[in-house]
C-alpha cells in the first residue's frame, strides 16, 4: 500500500542524509502528510517484513532497488504522490524517460483507486516532476479510442526551481502586508546553495528593518549563518536559545556541514 511504500522511502532517504537521531511518528506524519496514529501500524508492517529494523534503520537486500531522489522530499507532496512518482520512476525507459501506463495498472500496484491516481497523477505535473500526453488506441472496428497516458519523467532540478519561484512568490506577497511577526516553517527546505542564500539575505534585511522573525527548520548551516539566536527542540522541550556560535559549539545533535567535516 502507498502509505507503507511513502514511509519506507522516506526511511530510506533519512539514512541517506545521515539525519540524526530516529525519526519520530510525528516527523513521518508531517512529511509524508499522514495521520500520526497510522504510522505506528505501517512501522510495526515494515518491521514485520524484514524492510527496516526495529531502530528504524532500512535494511539493505541483494535484490535491486533504487533510491528516490532526496529533493522529491522536499516538495511537500503527499505518500500517494511520492508512491506514485516511485512506480513511475520504476517502470519508466530509461532511454526515453517514458512509460505508458493505466489508472488501473498504476492503482493496482501502489493500492490506491483510479481516482485517487489521477488526482496525484494532476498533483505531479502541477510540481513539475513529470508530464503526460494522452495515448491513440485502435479497438476492434479500427475506430480511435483514448489510450493510457504516456508520462515523460521530467528532471527533478525542474521541480525545485518551480518550487523555489513559488516559495520565493508566496514571501513577497506576504511582505506586502508588513507584518511585525514572520513565522516560517521549513523556509529553505528543498532550496539550492543559492537559493538559500537569497532567502538568508532577505531575512536578515528584514530583521534588519525591525520585523521579528521565528523560523523553525533542519538546516544547520542555514540557521548558524542567518540566526541571531538558536534553539533545540527536543521532546517537547524548547533548550534556551543562543548566539549561534556558542549553541552550535555545545551541540551533539544536530552539526554544520563544517562540524561533520572536524
Do not use: W
Amino acid at each position: 500500500k502507498y502509505p507503507s511504500l511513502s514511509v519506507l522511502a522516506y526511511l530510506h532517504y533519512r539514512r541517506h542524509r545521515g539525519l540524526p537521531g530516529k525519526a519520530t511518528p510525528e516527523e513521518l506524519a508531517d512529511a509524508l502528510d499522514l495521520k500520526t496514529d497510522v504510522i505506528g501500524p505501517i512501522l510495526e508492517e515494515l518491521v514485520q517484513q524484514g524492510l527496516i529494523t526495529p531502530d528504524l534503520i532500512p535494511v539493505s537486500t541483494n535484490e535491486k532497488f533504487f533510491s528516490l531522489p532526496d529533493e522529491v522530499f522536499h516538495l511537500d507532496l503527499g505518500c500517494a504522490a511520492i508512491a506514485i512518482y516511485a512506480f513511475l520512476l520504476y517502470r519508466e525507459n530509461r532511454k526515453t524517460y517514458q512509460c505508458t501506463l493505466s489508472y488501473k495498472t498504476i492503482g493496482q500496484a501502489i493500492g490506491a483507486s483510479n481516482n485517487t491516481v489521477r488526482k496525484y497523477v494532476l498533483e505531479l505535473e502541477a510540481a513539475g516532476l513529470i508530464a503526460t500526453n494522452r495515448t491513440v488506441v485502435l479497438d476492434a472496428n479500427g475506430k480511435e479510442r483514448n489510450g493510457s497516458l504516456r508520462y515523460t519523467i521530467l528532471p527533478v532540478q525542474n521541480a525545485v526551481e518551480l518550487y523555489h519561484q513559488r516559495q520565493l512568490a508566496a514571501l513577497a506577497k506576504l511582505m506586502l502586508k508588513r507584518p511585525k511577526l514572520l513565522l516560517l516553517d521549513e523556509p529553505g527546505k528543498g532550496l539550492d546553495a543559492a537559493a538559500s542564500a537569497r532567502l538568508g539575505e532577505r531575512l536578515t534585511a528584514l530583521a534588519q528593518e525591525g520585523m521579528a522573525i521565528l523560523i523553525s527548520c533542519h538546516d544547520p548551516d542555514f540557521a548558524a549563518r542567518y540566526g541571531h539566536r538558536c534553539g533545540f527542540l527536543f521532546h517537547g522541550q524548547l533548550l534556551p536559545p543562543q548566539p549561534p556560535e556558542p549553541f552550535f559549539a555545545g551541540n551533539r545533535f544536530y552539526l554544520t556541514s563544517l562540524q561533520q567535516y572536524l
